[in-house]
């Protein structure tokens, strides 16, 4: 065997590194001639409220499925859908790809996208949800935090992921390349077990700029990625607090006082209708004049002009210029003697 082709065997053997990046051969009459050997046909059964547009869209059905060689069956008294296959099926797998097609048509997905799931780079995954949740409660306020407001949430995540997401009662539905299910189903369970999507679809926007970078292709990208950090602590790991015993005393604590006894307490009780009116009126005046007043005095607080008080600095200031005025008339005096002095010598 020469160098050439063992370097080709060496290649061809080596495991590939990112296995979504393997491309999925195409499967072609040629390869099964013979056809199928037996009939292998799937059934579903679809809600009421479905019935009428599958009955509108079903010739669609059929054309879309004979294009494969397969047979569609629309039953209404039953309530169900049946694929076939037929003599002239030559894709083994093509009848899996139509049992999708049909499951995801039952869950209110529209027949312009479940007929994606018959090309070969195009799956689906129904992820169940409602069992993740047992609070009915929580259930709801987790599935809509999925689809957002206005739908927000759940269009982000289809545009990341490239995939058709429909939220329907207890169940998912999502259709589109198998790397961007895989991706729907973490963010779908992740949300479910109380993670905020938010954070799988900042690290899908940051991964989708990563990508981009050649250099960073073989080194870890967990530093660049939100961490989520769950700040309900379990019970069972919170700190016990240590309950102090109360003393022991043989008598029962005091009866509270019923509302009769207050009222003797105040001598209400005695009062007659009248009074008793009177008596509240008089204190509903009083409360309402004490917070009329607690309001004049809020709105005229900063009206109220702030008092003037020298500084420190200032007080120094003027002590030193109290200090340093000048006596005229003891100067007058001393200028006089001064000159009477020199007169006489």
Same mark, same amino acid.
């Given at each position: 065997?020469?160098?050439?082709? =063992?370097? /080709?065997?060496?290649?061809?053997?080596?495991?590939?590194?990112?296995?979504?990046?393997?491309?999925?051969?195409?499967? /072609?009459?040629?390869?099964?001639?013979?056809?199928?050997?037996?009939?292998?046909?799937?059934?579903?059964?679809?809600?009421?409220?479905?019935?009428? !547009?599958?009955?509108?869209?079903?010739?669609?059905?059929? %054309?879309?499925?004979?294009?494969?060689?397969?047979?569609?069956?629309?039953?209404?008294?039953?309530?169900?859908? #049946?694929?076939? =296959?037929?003599?002239?099926?030559?894709?083994? !797998?093509?009848?899996?790809?139509?049992?999708?097609?049909?499951?995801?048509?039952?869950?209110?997905?529209?027949?312009?996208?479940?007929?994606?799931?018959?090309?070969?780079?195009?799956?689906?995954?129904?992820?169940?949800?409602?069992?993740?949740?047992?609070?009915?409660?929580?259930? #709801?306020?987790?599935?809509?935090?999925?689809?957002?407001?206005?739908?927000?949430?759940?269009?982000?995540?289809?545009?990341?992921?490239?995939?058709?997401?429909?939220?329907?009662?207890?169940?998912?539905?999502?259709?589109?390349? !198998?790397?961007?299910?895989?991706? #729907?189903?973490?963010? #779908?369970?992740?949300?479910?077990?109380?993670?905020?999507?938010? !954070?799988?679809? *900042?690290?899908?926007?940051?991964?989708?700029?990563?990508?981009?970078?050649?250099?960073?292709?073989?080194?870890?990208?967990?530093?660049?990625?939100?961490?989520? *950090?769950?700040?309900?602590?379990?019970?069972?790991?919170?700190?016990?607090?240590?309950?102090?015993?109360?003393?022991?005393?043989?008598?029962?604590?005091?009866?509270?006082?019923? /509302?009769?006894?207050? %009222?003797?307490?105040?001598?209400?009780?005695?009062?007659?209708?009248?009074?008793?009116?009177?008596?509240?009126? %008089?204190?509903?005046?009083?409360?309402?004049?004490?917070?009329?007043?607690?309001?004049?005095?809020?709105?005229?607080?900063?009206?109220?002009?702030?008092?003037?008080?020298?500084?420190?600095?200032?007080?120094?200031?003027?002590?030193?210029?109290?200090?340093?005025?000048?006596?005229?008339?003891?100067?007058?005096?001393?200028?006089? *003697?001064?000159?009477?002095?020199?007169? %006489?010598?």
């Amino acid at each position: 065997m020469s160098d050439s082709e =063992t370097e /080709k065997t060496r290649i061809s053997t080596e495991p590939v590194e990112n296995a979504w990046a393997m491309k999925i051969p195409s499967f /072609k009459p040629e390869d099964n001639p013979h056809g199928m050997v037996e009939e292998s046909s799937f059934a579903t059964l679809f809600p009421k409220y479905r019935e009428r !547009y599958l009955k509108e869209v079903w010739p669609l059905v059929e %054309q879309c499925v004979a294009e494969h060689h397969l047979k569609a069956e629309l039953d209404l008294v039953e309530g169900s859908m #049946v694929v076939k =296959t037929s003599r002239k099926t030559w894709d083994p !797998y093509i009848i899996i790809k139509a049992r999708d097609m049909i499951k995801l048509m039952a869950r209110s997905v529209p027949f312009e996208q479940a007929k994606r799931v018959l090309q070969d780079d195009i799956g689906c995954d129904i992820i169940k949800i409602g069992n993740l949740v047992h609070k009915k409660e929580k259930f #709801v306020k987790r599935r809509q935090r999925l689809i957002g407001p206005n739908g927000a949430t759940l269009k982000s995540i289809e545009l990341l992921t490239d995939c058709y997401v429909l939220v329907q009662g207890n169940t998912v539905a999502a259709l589109g390349p !198998y790397k961007g299910l895989q991706q #729907v189903r973490d963010i #779908v369970v992740e949300t479910m077990n109380n993670v905020h999507p938010i !954070y799988n679809i *900042k690290a899908l926007m940051i991964k989708r700029e990563l990508m981009k970078d050649p250099r960073l292709a073989n080194e870890d990208w967990s530093r660049f990625l939100p961490k989520f *950090k769950n700040k309900n602590i379990s019970k069972r790991k919170q700190p016990k607090v240590k309950k102090t015993k109360k003393e022991y005393t043989p008598f029962p604590p005091a009866q509270p006082e019923s /509302k009769v006894d207050k %009222q003797l307490a105040s001598g209400e009780y005695f009062l007659n209708k009248e009074q008793k009116q009177a008596k509240r009126q %008089q204190e509903r005046s009083a409360k309402q004049a004490e917070a009329a007043k607690r309001q004049d005095e809020r709105r005229n607080k900063d009206f109220v002009p702030p008092t003037e008080e020298a500084s420190s600095s200032k007080k120094r200031l003027l002590a030193e210029d109290a200090s340093s005025k000048v006596d005229v008339k003891a100067l007058k005096a001393k200028l006089l *003697k001064a000159n009477k002095k020199k007169a %006489q010598s």
